[in-house]
T-cell receptor, first 115, second 115 residues
Framework: GNSVTQMEGPVTLSEEAFLTINCTYTATGYPSLFWYVQYPGEGLQLLLK?????DKGSNKGFEATYRKETTSFHLEKGSVQVSDSAVYFCALSLGSNFGNEKLTFGTGTRLTIIP | NAGVTQTPKFQVLKTGQSMTLQCAQD?????MSWYRQDPGMGLRLIHYSVGAGITDQGEVPNGYNVSRSTTEDFPLRLLSAAPSQTSVYFC??????????????FGPGTRLTVL
């Protein structure tokens, strides 16, 4: 079946540190890959996505590259801020004839940034 | 636009009680879904709908019913609440296009406790 494995947290970094959150996947087809972010007390919001191999998704200083050869989609940011403190979820979707559906999520990684 | 709204925000039930979690979206999205979020398990899909009158089961459908009589609304019914259903429930929607992979928009969540 399809699955997503994420780096276990929690992760605590100092402001301006470099961030990497690892994500690898197993899928029976050619998935699209996503990173969602959940700020305290809120629902999830899409951070970035990539729909095919070698695509790079980017948003708000975060980046992730779809690596088919290593089945990975690691999230990176060069200089984190306190406002980046949140839970980050890696997810995949194989889509269907109906389009977008059935996101498979990782377990989430809680990130805390210390001033 | 209000986006995806969910009510109530918090609910406490006794074992055996029934209730309905409400979800509505005003973006004319075809696709809607319900997830539950449990510690260490990420989000798991309960039920989803690709349009009015069409629903299907996700990964963990037992103990839950859904219906989709309108494009806007997608209520989740707990038939006889059990402590194992204590969780945070998220509703999500997206524009569904054949072959497309659009962004899913999440509601703020309902925190349910079953005693």
């Amino acid at each position: 079946g399809n699955s997503v494995t994420q780096m276990e947290g929690p992760v605590t970094l100092s402001e301006e540190a470099f961030l990497t959150i690892n994500c690898t996947y197993t899928a029976t087809g050619y998935p699209s890959l996503f990173w969602y972010v959940q700020y305290p007390g809120e629902g999830l919001q899409l951070l970035l996505k990539a729909t095919k191999a070698d695509d790079k998704g980017s948003n708000k200083g975060f980046e992730a590259t779809y690596r088919k050869e290593t089945t990975s989609f690691h999230l990176e940011k060069g200089s984190v801020q306190v406002s980046d403190s949140a839970v980050y979820f890696c997810a995949l979707s194989l889509g269907s004839n109906f389009g977008n559906e059935k996101l498979t999520f990782g377990t989430g990684t809680r990130l805390t940034i210390i001033p | 636009n209000a986006g995806v709204t969910q009510t109530p925000k918090f609910q406490v039930l006794k074992t055996g009680q029934s209730m309905t979690l409400q979800c509505a979206q005003d973006m004319n999205h075809e696709y809607m879904s319900w997830y539950r979020q449990d510690p260490g398990m990420g989000l798991r899909l309960i039920h989803y709908s690709v349009g009015a009158g069409i629903t299907d089961q996700g990964e963990v459908p037992n103990g839950y019913n859904v219906s989709r009589s309108t494009t806007e609304d997608f209520p989740l019914r707990l038939l006889s609440a059990a402590p194992s259903q204590t969780s945070v429930y998220f509703c999500a929607s997206s524009y569904s296009a054949v072959g497309g992979l659009g962004e899913q928009f999440f509601g703020p969540g309902t925190r349910l406790t079953v005693l």
